[in-house]
T-cell receptor, first 111, second 116 residues
Framework: GEDVEQSLFLSVREGDSSVINCTYT??????LYWYKQEPGAGLQLLTY?????DMKQDQRLTVLLNKKDKHLSLRIADTQTGDSAIYFC???????????FGTGTRLQVTL | GAVVSQHPSRVICKSGTSVKIECRSL??????MFWYRQFPKKSLMLMAT?????????EQGVEKDKFLINHASLTLSTLTVTSAHPEDSSFYIC????????????FGPGTRLTVL
């Protein structure tokens, strides 16, 4: 099965940019997602990218995909305290296939 | 966006009792339902996949007789943890698939189960 790895923790200062990284093993992953989970809550879909794209920007969020290296990143510009949460990357090989989640990165935003 | 509810949001029960968790898709029909569990500071682990009106498919290592899943309608699925033990304490999240594009995966707010 697919393995999806993330760094466990990231601390940034308010106003700085955050970059959360994710590596995956299954090169046939077609859909790649970023989810946000606040304490005690479910998952909120932030953005997604198809494997035929290199980059996707959505307001403060920029997703970069390097298919060759199987590396996905999420950049949050002008990070705010409300961005403090756990961020999961996830991938699937088709619309009907299972999502495989990464280990999650806890983002801490300091003043 | 689509609304998914889970009930209860938190439950504390004694060891040996059974707990039922309900998941409802409030404004769309869920053809497929995934159930996940999440241990503290860990990722989501898929437990089972169910399609409306058919038996659930369980992931390796998940006891189907312990975690009973019922997907009786396109808007309701239930997960029953039978004879719960402290090691079943976890955060359970349902994830219905459906909606306008028919393949969008949504997530419920989760249910925190604590077994004493």
């Amino acid at each position: 099965g697919e393995d999806v790895e993330q760094s466990l923790f990231l601390s940034v200062r308010e106003g700085d940019s955050s970059v959360i990284n994710c590596t995956y093993t299954d090169s046939s992953s077609t859909y790649l997602y970023w989810y946000k989970q606040e304490p005690g809550a479910g998952l909120q879909l932030l953005t997604y990218i198809f494997s035929n794209m290199d980059m996707k920007q959505d307001q403060r969020l920029t997703v970069l995909l390097n298919k060759k290296d199987k590396h996905l990143s999420l950049r949050i510009a002008d990070t705010q305290t409300g961005d403090s949460a756990i961020y999961f990357c996830a991938g699937r090989t088709g619309t009907a296939s299972k999502l495989t989640f990464g280990t999650g990165t806890r983002l801490q935003v300091t003043l | 966006g689509a609304v998914v509810s889970q009930h209860p949001s938190r439950v504390i029960c004694k060891s040996g009792t059974s707990v039922k968790i309900e998941c409802r898709s409030l404004d769309f029909q869920a053809t497929t339902m995934f159930w996940y569990r999440q241990f503290p500071k860990k990722s989501l682990m898929l437990m089972a996949t169910s399609n409306e009106g058919s038996k659930a498919t369980y992931e390796q290592g998940v006891e189907k007789d312990k975690f009973l899943i019922n997907h009786a309608s396109l808007t309701l699925s239930t997960l029953t943890v039978t004879s719960a033990h402290p090691e079943d304490s976890s955060f359970y999240i349902c994830s219905p698939v459906g909606g306008r594009s028919l393949d969008t995966q949504y997530f419920g707010p989760g249910t925190r189960l604590t077994v004493l």
